[in-house]
T-cell receptor, first 115, second 116 residues
Framework: EAGVTQFPSHSVIEKGQTVTLRCDPI?????LYWYRRVMGKEIKFLLH????????ESGMPNNRFLAERTGGTYSTLKVQPAELEDSGVYFC?????????????FGEGSRLTVL | AQTVTQSQPEMSVQEAETVTLSCTYD???????LFWYKQPPSRQMILVIR??????QNATENRFSVNFQKAAKSFSLKISDSQLGDTAMYFC?????????????FGKGTHLIIQP
């Protein structure tokens, strides 16, 4: 069974450009989370989808970030326009349900470098 | 709000040695879960071990064990007989018992290097 996959693994863009990160969760997992780790800092929650609905997006830093989850399957996270402080590793995780606490399956992360 | 603190940014030990990674947390919740996650270089982050706060017995998974001190809000990870494959970033994490829509609260991580 395929795990959580993220694309691209690394993206280098210039300030002001747009980048779209994609996450394919494990098939059948309704819960999908996005996290971000800025270098030297904690991994921070960004948002949580349950199927196609945004359950909690309290961690989204500002309106330059837009997340979608088409049909409750894969999710995209778009940053437009990108700023220097957006650099970091963006992790996606999925889980079958919240009852199975801790059974979050993570992707390898997408490293974003904004120059 | 919960906070998780990992005070050791990096640690290095020789293969076969035992190493302990520290983690402290702060919460007003009484029922919660604690985790250690491991991310090897260029690999996915995986769950190493989990502890339910209501359980007094420390969790153990093969060479990995925890020292959970609820009153002190401490949750350290001990790796026995360390192996080269244990080289990774280790993240301590906290989750409220209800699961919480915000998932996990992580520490900054400890970069563990196992040297041959």
């Amino acid at each position: 069974e395929a795990g959580v996959t993220q694309f691209p693994s690394h993206s280098v863009i210039e300030k002001g450009q747009t980048v779209t990160l994609r996450c394919d969760p494990i098939s059948g997992h309704d819960n999908l989370y996005w996290y971000r780790r800025v270098m030297g800092k904690e991994i921070k929650f960004l948002l949580h989808f349950v199927k196609e609905s945004k359950q909690d997006e309290s961690g989204m830093p500002n309106n330059r970030f837009l997340a979608e989850r088409t049909g409750g399957t894969y999710s995209t996270l778009k940053v437009q326009p990108a700023e220097l402080e957006d650099s970091g590793v963006y992790f996606c995780a999925s889980s079958q349900d919240l009852v199975r606490v801790g059974e979050l399956f993570f992707g390898e992360g997408s490293r974003l470098t904004v120059l | 709000a919960q906070t998780v603190t990992q005070s050791q940014p990096e640690m290095s030990v020789q293969e076969a040695e035992t190493v302990t990674l520290s983690c402290t947390y702060d919460t007003s919740e009484s029922n919660y879960y604690l985790f250690w996650y491991k991310q090897p270089p260029s690999r996915q982050m995986i769950l190493v071990i989990r502890q339910e706060a209501y359980k007094q017995q420390n969790a153990t998974e093969n060479r990995f064990s925890v020292n959970f001190q609820k009153a002190a809000k401490s949750f350290s990870l001990k790796i026995s007989d360390s192996q080269l494959g244990d080289t990774a970033m280790y993240f301590c994490a906290f989750m409220t018992a209800g699961g919480g829509a915000d998932g996990l609260t992580f520490g900054k991580g400890t970069h563990l290097i196992i040297q041959p």
